[in-house]
Protein backbone atom coordinates (compact mmCIF):
# COMPACT_ATOMS: atom_id res chain seq x y z
CA UNK A 1 0.00 0.00 0.00
CA UNK A 2 2.66 2.19 0.73
CA UNK A 3 5.27 0.89 -0.85
CA UNK A 4 5.33 3.11 -3.74
CA UNK A 5 6.80 5.64 -2.00
CA UNK A 6 10.14 3.98 -1.64
CA UNK A 7 13.08 3.82 -4.11
CA UNK A 8 14.30 1.01 -5.86
CA UNK A 9 17.01 0.24 -3.24
CA UNK A 10 14.77 0.39 -0.45
CA UNK A 11 12.10 -1.78 -2.07
CA UNK A 12 15.12 -4.18 -3.05
CA UNK A 13 16.09 -3.93 0.86
CA UNK A 14 12.15 -4.05 2.43
CA UNK A 15 11.33 -7.27 0.01
CA UNK A 16 14.95 -8.64 2.42
CA UNK A 17 13.41 -7.21 5.52
CA UNK A 18 9.78 -8.80 4.95
CA UNK A 19 11.36 -12.34 4.13
CA UNK A 20 12.71 -12.34 7.23
CA UNK A 21 9.80 -11.61 9.15
CA UNK A 22 8.27 -14.37 6.99
CA UNK A 23 11.15 -16.82 8.16
CA UNK A 24 10.65 -15.98 11.56
CA UNK A 25 7.60 -18.90 11.98
CA UNK A 26 9.67 -21.30 9.62
CA UNK A 27 8.64 -19.47 6.45
CA UNK A 28 5.45 -21.92 6.38
CA UNK A 29 2.79 -19.62 6.85
CA UNK A 30 0.77 -19.61 3.63
CA UNK A 31 -0.39 -15.94 4.49
CA UNK A 32 2.35 -14.29 5.44
CA UNK A 33 4.10 -16.24 2.07
CA UNK A 34 1.69 -14.65 0.22
CA UNK A 35 1.66 -11.69 1.29
CA UNK A 36 5.34 -11.44 0.71
CA UNK A 37 4.77 -12.49 -3.25
CA UNK A 38 2.26 -9.59 -3.40
CA UNK A 39 4.94 -7.01 -2.21
CA UNK A 40 7.27 -8.49 -4.83
CA UNK A 41 4.52 -8.10 -7.50
CA UNK A 42 3.66 -4.00 -5.65
CA UNK A 43 7.01 -3.17 -6.18
CA UNK A 44 7.40 -4.43 -9.76
CA UNK A 45 10.15 -6.95 -8.29
CA UNK A 46 8.57 -10.28 -9.47
CA UNK A 47 11.78 -11.54 -10.46
CA UNK A 48 13.74 -10.37 -7.67
CA UNK A 49 16.73 -13.24 -6.32
CA UNK A 50 17.11 -13.05 -2.43
CA UNK A 51 20.65 -11.60 -1.63
CA UNK A 52 19.69 -12.76 2.13
CA UNK A 53 21.41 -9.75 3.22
CA UNK A 54 21.60 -9.34 7.12
CA UNK A 55 19.20 -7.82 9.84
CA UNK A 56 22.47 -5.61 10.40
CA UNK A 57 22.62 -4.65 6.45
CA UNK A 58 19.06 -3.89 6.45
CA UNK A 59 19.07 -1.64 9.31
CA UNK A 60 21.64 0.16 8.63
CA UNK A 61 20.61 0.80 4.82
CA UNK A 62 17.04 1.99 6.44
CA UNK A 63 18.61 3.98 8.80
CA UNK A 64 19.93 6.57 6.07
CA UNK A 65 16.06 6.94 4.84
CA UNK A 66 13.41 9.23 6.00
CA UNK A 67 11.58 8.41 8.84
CA UNK A 68 8.13 8.75 6.59
CA UNK A 69 10.08 5.70 4.62
CA UNK A 70 10.63 3.69 7.73
CA UNK A 71 6.97 4.32 8.98
CA UNK A 72 6.07 2.55 5.52
CA UNK A 73 8.26 0.01 6.45
CA UNK A 74 7.10 -0.94 9.55
CA UNK A 75 3.56 -0.72 8.55
CA UNK A 76 4.03 -3.04 5.66
CA UNK A 77 5.98 -5.12 7.55
CA UNK A 78 3.61 -5.44 10.66
CA UNK A 79 0.86 -6.44 7.67
CA UNK A 80 3.27 -9.23 6.62
CA UNK A 81 3.29 -10.63 10.47
CA UNK A 82 -0.38 -10.22 11.33
CA UNK A 83 -1.25 -11.81 7.83
CA UNK A 84 -2.64 -14.84 9.71
CA UNK A 85 -4.53 -12.40 12.35
CA UNK A 86 -1.78 -13.28 15.30
CA UNK A 87 1.78 -11.51 15.82
CA UNK A 88 2.88 -14.24 18.08
CA UNK A 89 5.41 -13.03 20.96
CA UNK A 90 8.46 -14.25 18.82
CA UNK A 91 7.29 -11.60 15.90
CA UNK A 92 6.21 -8.99 18.11
CA UNK A 93 9.67 -9.02 20.35
CA UNK A 94 11.59 -8.94 16.08
CA UNK A 95 9.62 -5.76 15.18
CA UNK A 96 10.13 -4.14 18.44
CA UNK A 97 14.15 -4.79 18.00
CA UNK A 98 13.28 -3.52 14.67
CA UNK A 99 11.68 -0.41 15.02
CA UNK A 100 14.51 0.30 18.36
CA UNK A 101 17.26 0.10 15.51
CA UNK A 102 15.35 2.42 13.34
CA UNK A 103 15.11 4.83 16.21
CA UNK A 104 11.03 4.76 16.86
CA UNK A 105 10.20 5.02 19.95
CA UNK A 106 7.96 1.93 21.75
CA UNK A 107 5.29 3.67 21.40
CA UNK A 108 5.43 4.98 18.02
CA UNK A 109 5.83 1.29 17.07
CA UNK A 110 3.01 0.05 19.19
CA UNK A 111 1.00 2.47 17.35
CA UNK A 112 2.09 1.29 13.70
CA UNK A 113 1.34 -1.96 14.53
CA UNK A 114 -1.99 -1.41 16.18
CA UNK A 115 -3.22 0.49 13.27
CA UNK A 116 -2.26 -1.87 10.32
CA UNK A 117 -3.97 -4.55 12.15
CA UNK A 118 -7.08 -2.32 12.61
CA UNK A 119 -6.67 -1.49 8.95
CA UNK A 120 -6.68 -5.23 8.48
CA UNK A 121 -9.60 -5.58 10.25
CA UNK A 122 -11.77 -3.44 8.15
CA UNK A 123 -10.27 -4.86 5.04
CA UNK A 124 -11.37 -7.94 6.42
CA UNK A 125 -14.83 -6.78 7.65
CA UNK A 126 -15.26 -5.21 3.91
CA UNK A 127 -14.61 -8.36 2.05
CA UNK A 128 -17.30 -10.04 4.40
CA UNK A 129 -19.56 -7.10 3.52
CA UNK A 130 -19.10 -7.57 -0.09
CA UNK A 131 -19.20 -11.23 -0.47
CA UNK A 132 -22.20 -11.00 1.82
CA UNK A 133 -25.49 -12.69 0.05
CA UNK A 134 -28.78 -10.90 -0.38
Do not use: C, P
Not at 104 to 117: G, M, P, S
Not at 118 to 133: A, M, Q, S, V
Request: hydrophobic fraction near 40%.
Amino acid sequence: MFLYMLNEKERKNFLELAHIAVELKGGDDKEEYNVWKSFKREVELDDYEMVNKTIEELVTAFNSSTKKIKRAVIIELAGVLDADEVIEEKEKDWIKKLGNDLGFREAELKKLVRWTQDFNDLLKEGYEYINKRG
